[in-house]
């Protein structure tokens, strides 16, 4: 499907955002409601008529534009949410993943309407790749996984390094670090189920689902290269080892590059990224070690089903999460620094180097939420897929530079320099 096509086009929906009542879904219906274009058709969608009608009540204020229809619908209802889903160009999907978004993912590869998630949790993932990747492929169906403050910015900063190494000096690109500068800590009751959720399962199913080639269609031979402990790099200062999500990272961003190995937009044979937490010292570093254990430790006791079932007891209900201050007050930011691979090359002296930086001011599911619908975007308008690739299972980055575009127009600092001394 591309846009315009007949298909698309007989559609009654330009978006349908499913799980709009939930924390996250709700700041995507406000993103969409402030910043995509007034005339486009959308309807709003979740479990709940009053919540839902709540919500499209508050969505009036975001001025003279059309209102979103009101698609009242469980994931249980097989049928009825294939109907919806099929009269929309693009589904936004921002459920709770493990209870409700396989059916929703495979609704839009069945009814060949294009999709974005930010689940990001490789378990789910690598289910669905298995799944439905080829089925989505031979559809012509676009499934943006993945698209969060947790990972989309990460992907993307690779992906502009690859593209400005490319375009500069005509090489692909070697090692990628990373730098976190802070973990989003006020978090909301969705995420909170979603991290119990994840706790719980094997160790050795966790494991095996974020080695670097689990959601890779080719196998990648690299030897992991993370530097352990604490240690100083020029470009990005004191770096820890300690960041609990660098594995799943590099799981997903393996896939990018695995999917767009044997295209034009390789990163090349020689890849690898790691990613680190900002330390401000050796001591520094160490402390950010001891916090990470101590989380670690809290969420292995989520396997003792007892304490588990607990802790879900009290967790806030579906929709809850930081207040809008609150939720505003941290920024998002990371660094990465990426050298070109030289390796083949005649007369090198220095490293030829990216430099990516993300920032964005006003918090991770403000960020969260613009991402997502500004993905939805780029599939609705423009459709233009790297590598020519034309469906599947695929990652933030292989929206490419229309998507990059559309988030610095809407806010999101990024910022590439490039260095050959
Ligand atoms: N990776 C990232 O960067 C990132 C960032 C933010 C969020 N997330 C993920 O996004 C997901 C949503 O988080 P949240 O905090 O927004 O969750 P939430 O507030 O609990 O909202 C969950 C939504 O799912 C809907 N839902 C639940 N069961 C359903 C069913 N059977 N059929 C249809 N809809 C159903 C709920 O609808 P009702 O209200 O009608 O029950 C609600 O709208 C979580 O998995 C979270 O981990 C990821």
Request: charged share 20%; aromatic share 8%; proline share 5%.
């Amino acid at each position: 499907m591309t846009p315009g096509s007949k298909l698309a086009l007989r559609r009654e929906y330009d978006i349908v955002l499913m799980g709009a009542t939930g924390y996250t879904g709700a700041l995507i219906a406000e993103h969409i409601a402030t910043n995509l274009p007034t005339d486009l058709k959308w309807a709003i969608s979740g479990t709940s008529r009053s919540k839902l009608e709540h919500l499209a009540e508050k969505l009036t204020k975001f001025g003279d534009r059309i209102q979103p229809a009101i698609e009242v619908v469980s994931v249980e209802d097989g049928v009825r949410l294939a109907s919806i889903i099929g009269q929309a160009r693009v589904c936004i999907s921002a459920v709770l993943y493990s209870l409700a978004g396989e059916q929703i993912v495979r609704a839009c590869v069945e009814e060949r309407t294009d999709y974005v998630d930010c689940a990001s949790t490789p378990v789910i993932i690598q289910a669905w790749i298995r799944k439905y990747h080829d089925k989505a492929r031979k559809n012509k169906v676009a499934l943006i996984h993945a698209c969060g403050a947790s990972i989309a910015p990460l992907d993307l900063m690779v992906w502009l390094a690859a593209r400005e190494i490319d375009e500069k000096w005509s090489l692909k690109i070697r090692d990628v670090t990373l730098r976190l500068d802070e973990i989003n800590t006020n978090i909301s009751g969705g995420t909170l189920r979603s991290i119990i959720g994840h706790a719980a399962l094997a160790p050795k199913l966790v494991k095996e689902t974020q080695s670097p080639s689990a959601l890779c269609p080719v196998t990648h031979t690299g030897e992991p290269s993370a530097i352990a402990g604490v240690h100083h790099n020029p470009s990005l200062g004191w770096l820890a080892a300690s960041s609990l999500t660098a594995d799943q990272d590099r799981a997903l961003i393996y896939r990018t590059w695995g999917l767009l190995q044997d295209t034009d937009n390789s990163y090349g044979p020689s890849f690898s990224f790691n990613e680190y937490e900002k330390a401000s010292s050796v001591l520094g570093g160490l402390g950010l070690f001891l916090r990470s254990y101590l989380i670690a430790f809290i969420m292995s006791l989520a396997r003792i089903p007892f304490l588990r079932n607990f802790v879900i007891s009290r967790t806030p209900a579906a929709g809850s999460g930081p207040d809008a201050e609150a939720a505003k007050s941290v920024p998002v930011s990371m660094e990465a620094t990426a050298v070109a691979d030289e390796r083949g090359s005649l007369g090198s002296k220095s490293p030829k180097i990216a430099d990516v930086k993300f920032l964005y001011p006003n918090g991770y599911y403000p960020v969260t939420a613009l991402f997502m619908a500004q993905a939805a975007a780029s599939l609705l308008f423009k459709r233009r897929l790297e590598g020519n690739i034309t469906g599947g299972c695929l990652t933030p980055a292989i929206l490419g530079s229309d998507f990059v575009e559309r988030t610095q127009s809407v806010g999101v600092q990024w910022t590439v320099q490039l260095q050959d001394s």
